[in-house]
């Protein structure tokens, strides 16, 4: 296959996604010689960015992506101000308060947390144009995952790629993929998670259940979403009567 044709091919499959708009998000899409994909440009959140991915990787003939994917965001932050909140909003899970935390922007790395060496976890968040990179180590997946989640959720990431180790290494099963985003609901103040049901097969995410409002609904998907590891997820979610 040519990669003129590869790249007709990957733009149908992703113009066939629900979740991907490309009248609304254009993107450019190009194939090379050895099969690599390059996807590029900003969708609307991180279902479209993660279903674009993964569209494009089914198609026969891709044999990589390079994701080149940003969120789009509604009001622009700088990196200094996405910092601040995600401090923040790490400070306030009483969870994570025994891991060493340190950010970095500008190239400038400032130490914001010091567990000291009985500490459970040392994390180092990097915020470049938009996009938060998580390094370091802690102890359990769901300290991983919800690190990545309150990543996604400061205001003006376009990104977040969660490099974090968790030592000693832990098996990821479906069981620990329902914890963790039962978690995410739990914590999310938009949402009554009690009302709510997750299951989980083979890494995709089934929601049911009922909420409130239509923003309530694709919110809870968008923290399923936000969840390290998983493939899909299957929105259930009916609106309260």
Same mark, same amino acid.
Request: glycine letters at 8%; aromatic letters at 2%.
């Given at each position: 296959?040519?990669?003129?044709?590869?790249?007709?091919?990957?733009?149908?499959?992703?113009?066939?996604?629900? /979740?991907?708009?490309?009248?609304?998000?254009?993107?450019?899409?190009?194939?090379?010689?050895?099969?690599?994909?390059?996807?590029?440009?900003?969708?609307?959140?991180?279902?479209?960015?993660?279903?674009?991915?993964?569209?494009?990787?089914?198609?026969?003939?891709? /044999?990589?992506?390079?994701?080149?994917?940003?969120?789009?965001?509604?009001?622009?932050?700088?990196?200094?101000?996405?910092?601040?909140?995600?401090?923040?909003?790490?400070?306030?899970?009483?969870?994570?308060?025994?891991?060493?935390?340190?950010?970095?922007?500008?190239?400038?790395?400032?130490?914001?947390?010091?567990?000291?060496?009985?500490?459970?976890?040392?994390?180092?968040?990097?915020?470049?144009?938009?996009?938060?990179?998580?390094?370091?180590?802690?102890?359990?997946?769901?300290?991983?995952?919800?690190?990545?989640?309150?990543?996604?959720?400061?205001?003006?990431?376009?990104?977040?790629?969660?490099?974090?180790?968790?030592?000693?290494?832990?098996?990821?099963?479906?069981?620990?993929?329902?914890?963790?985003? /039962?978690?995410?609901?739990?914590?999310?103040?938009?949402?009554?998670?009690?009302?709510?049901?997750?299951?989980?097969?083979?890494?995709?995410?089934?929601?049911?259940?009922?909420?409130?409002?239509?923003?309530?609904?694709?919110?809870?998907?968008?923290?399923?979403?936000?969840?390290?590891?998983?493939?899909?997820?299957?929105?259930?979610?009916?609106?309260?009567?």
């Amino acid at each position: 296959m040519t990669p003129q044709n590869l790249t007709q091919s990957v733009r149908a499959a992703l113009e066939a996604d629900g /979740r991907v708009n490309l009248a609304r998000h254009p993107l450019r899409i190009e194939a090379t010689n050895d099969g690599a994909v390059v996807l590029e440009g900003d969708v609307s959140d991180v279902a479209a960015r993660k279903s674009a991915l993964s569209a494009a990787a089914r198609v026969p003939g891709v /044999r990589g992506i390079v994701d080149r994917l940003r969120i789009a965001v509604v009001t622009p932050r700088g990196d200094a101000e996405i910092r601040d909140s995600l401090v923040k909003l790490i400070e306030q899970e009483s969870e994570l308060s025994n891991c060493t935390l340190r950010v970095c922007v500008e190239g400038r790395v400032e130490p914001v947390h010091d567990a000291g060496p009985e500490g459970s976890g040392e994390v180092e968040a990097e915020i470049k144009s938009g996009v938060i990179t998580l390094n370091g180590q802690v102890l359990s997946l769901t300290h991983k995952r919800m690190l990545g989640v309150l990543a996604w959720w400061a205001p003006g990431c376009r990104d977040v790629i969660n490099g974090i180790a968790v030592v000693p290494e832990e098996e990821d099963t479906d069981d620990e993929i329902v914890d963790a985003v /039962r978690l995410a609901l739990e914590m999310d103040p938009m949402l009554k998670a009690e009302t709510i049901s997750v299951q989980c097969r083979d890494a995709v995410v089934t929601l049911e259940g009922d909420v409130r409002t239509e923003a309530g609904r694709h919110q809870a998907e968008l923290d399923a979403w936000y969840v390290f590891g998983i493939e899909r997820v299957v929105n259930g979610l009916r609106l309260r009567d």
